[in-house]
Each structure stands twice: as structure tokens, then as C-alpha cells.
Nanobody, 120 residues
Framework: QVHLVESGGGSVQPGGSLRLSCAASGRTLGIYVMAWYRQAPGNERELVASIVTRSGGVRYADSVKGRFTISKDNARGMVFLQMNNVTPEDTAVYYC?????????????WGQGTQVTVSP
């Protein structure tokens, strides 16, 4: 089992910045991908950014490229999302997600989510 706790959400004005953090505990040695997803009201949950723990390879949704940065601290089992130049379209509940190597398939874990609200 892996337990994920997000923090750093809140309200921010358009053009502002927020930094989300996610701390993983438990069976963290097998984590090979850490990611942030978000879900706005009436929308499906979507991938925002992901990072491979070993290589550091990253992937971003087109809507956040150039504005958001995902990073990790393997030693502390943490993943971060730096959100810059936010817009009202970034308003959503943001979820931390990790994938853990397992047999016969990977295990996936989710945090409880943290609300991000962008408004004037």
C-alpha cells in the first residue's frame, strides 16, 4: 500500500502561482511514475503532468506546457507541481497519482485531492 497526501491548494488570482506538494508513504520503493491529475466540475479527470522516478522523464498536458513544472524528491518520496501564470481554466481538484511496479500488473494509488481555485 502507498498513502498519498497532497497539500498546497487554495485560491489564487489569474496570473498568480501555486505550488502543490504530495508526500508518499508506505511501499514507496516500487514507485516508478508520479503524476498530477485534475478534475473540474462536469469534466473527466485528466493528466496534468507525470515524471518517471528513475530517469526524470516528464510529460505535460498541452494546456499547461510552459506554465507548470513537475519535479520530485525521490529521497523524501515527494512530487511537486509548480503552477505559474494560472488561468480560471486551471480551477479543479488536483490529485496526486503514483504507479507501483507489481506482478502481474502495476498498482495505482491516488491522493484525496486538493482544490485549486483561480478567480479575480
Amino acid at each position: 500500500q502507498v498513502h498519498l497526501v497532497e497539500s498546497g491548494g487554495g485560491s489564487v488570482q489569474p496570473g498568480g502561482s501555486l505550488r502543490l506538494s504530495c508526500a508518499a508513504s508506505g511501499r514507496t520503493l516500487g514507485i516508478y511514475v508520479m503524476a498530477w491529475y485534475r478534475q473540474a466540475p462536469g469534466n473527466e479527470r485528466e493528466l496534468v503532468a507525470s515524471i518517471v522516478t528513475r530517469s526524470g522523464g516528464v510529460r505535460y498536458a498541452d494546456s499547461v506546457k510552459g506554465r507548470f513544472t513537475i519535479s520530485k524528491d525521490n529521497a523524501r518520496g515527494m512530487v511537486f507541481l509548480q503552477m505559474n501564470n494560472v488561468t480560471p481554466e486551471d480551477t479543479a481538484v488536483y490529485y496526486c497519482n503514483v504507479k507501483v511496479a507489481a506482478i502481474p500488473t502495476e498498482d495505482v494509488y491516488w491522493g484525496q485531492g486538493t482544490q485549486v481555485t483561480v478567480s479575480p
